[in-house]
């Protein structure tokens, strides 16, 4: 699975965006899909996840009633509604997939087996 993520841009703080994640020559409506994001000189971090139905939500602690991860699975897209964005949210997005028909949302890098090439989301105070 080929996922592509888009979305990203300069915002100012306080500002939206909202990410895009597609794949190529696959559908995603078997996925489990998540959003991580990796700042300059961190690790690599679970943001949220859906999913494969989209019943099943989970967000890391900091993004919680700001971000609200989505899917629609008649268009094969995953998306990552970002409100009242702060500084510390600047980094590069990555979305992922995981193959399983499962209510359970997975959180961690290692649980997931593709990976999309990350859009730059950069907030300025």
């Known amino acids: 699975v080929q996922l592509q993520a888009s979305g990203g841009g300069l915002v100012q703080a306080g500002g939206s965006l909202r990410l895009s994640c597609t794949a190529s020559?696959?559908?995603?409506?078997?996925?489990?899909m998540g959003w991580f994001r990796q700042a300059p000189g961190k690790e690599r971090e679970f943001v949220a996840g859906?999913?494969?139905?989209?019943?099943?939500?989970y967000y890391e602690d900091s993004v919680k009633g700001r971000f609200t991860v989505s899917r629609d699975n008649a268009k094969d897209t995953l998306y990552l509604q970002m409100n009242g964005l702060k500084p510390e949210d600047t980094a590069v997005y990555y979305c992922?997939?995981?193959?399983?028909?499962?209510?359970?949302?997975?959180?961690?890098?290692?649980?997931?087996?593709?990976w999309g090439q990350g859009t730059q989301v950069t907030v300025s105070s």
């Open positions: 992922a997939a995981v193959f399983g028909r499962t209510n359970y949302v997975a959180h961690k890098e290692a649980e997931y087996d593709y």
């Open positions: 020559e696959r559908t995603l409506s078997s996925y489990g």
């Open positions: 859906i999913s494969w139905t989209g019943r099943s939500t």
